[in-house]
């Protein structure tokens, strides 16, 4: 019931990831990005719990295929998980687990992976990777045209109703945290969300680290 590609850039050290569902607010339980450290997609039947666990095992200095079997192996339901990791060199790990849903794929390439569940076709993965591949400019960029791509190819079996784009840069906080939590076009939504917000994203870092130099943008009281 999702598809998803997580990435890391390797220019800026950034990694992101973009998802899309037939289920409400998937990127509220699917999408786990740590600046420095990794991104982890925790999908199918999903247990939201998986990707923070598998982030620590990164942060602890595990490669992504040894975080991602640190926490898979003896956990209880695992079969019912689809887990797709990145890790700070750009190594990528995944696991579809025996009991994932309908047609599932999974693809990879040099800085990222696509997986998903529920698909219309099993080449979904590959062309969300292939597109990113090919895409230039910032991380949120490349992750949405992935996005797009993924949905040309087919998408879920279904009609998908929510969508996410997420990035870590250097602090604490994600420097991208778009959602659609429902929409009958949430990666329609998604693209208009990310282009309004891309221009402006820089100052609300700014404005987090230093607000005497943070630029207005004309709305009441923002003087």
């Known amino acids: 019931m999702t598809f998803s590609i997580i990435a890391r850039c390797a220019r800026t050290g950034q990694f992101g990831m973009a998802i899309s569902s037939s289920s409400p607010a998937v990127a509220a339980r699917c999408a786990h990005v740590r600046a420095g450290v990794g991104a982890v997609a925790s999908q199918n039947i999903t247990d939201p719990a998986l990707g923070p666990l598998v982030l620590d ?20 339901h695992i079969d019912y998980r689809q887990l ?14 025996q009991q994932v849903l309908g047609i599932w794929g999974e693809a990879r390439a ?76 949430p990666i329609g939504m998604l693209r208009q969300a990310w282009e309004v917000y891309a221009p402006q994203m820089a100052a609300y870092v700014q404005r987090a680290e230093d607000p005497t130099l943070a630029p207005s943008y004309g709305v009441p009281g923002d003087e």
């Open 110 to 185: 040099t800085d990222c992976a696509a997986g998903g569940n529920l698909l219309a076709g099993e080449l979904v993965p590959m062309a969300m990777v292939e597109a990113f591949t090919a895409a230039k400019g910032h991380l949120g960029e490349r992750l949405m045209e992935a996005l797009e791509a993924g949905m040309r190819a087919g998408g879920e079996a279904g009609p998908v109703h929510s969508a996410g784009l997420k990035v870590a840069d250097r602090l604490s906080w994600p420097l991208i945290d778009l959602r659609i939590d429902w929409a009958d076009d």
């Open 57 to 76: 095992q990164l942060e602890l200095g595990l490669p992504a295929a040894a975080a991602l079997s640190t926490v898979a192996t003896g956990r209880p």
């Open 84 to 97: 797709l990791v990145i890790d700070r060199t750009g190594a990528t790990a995944m696991r579809s687990g």
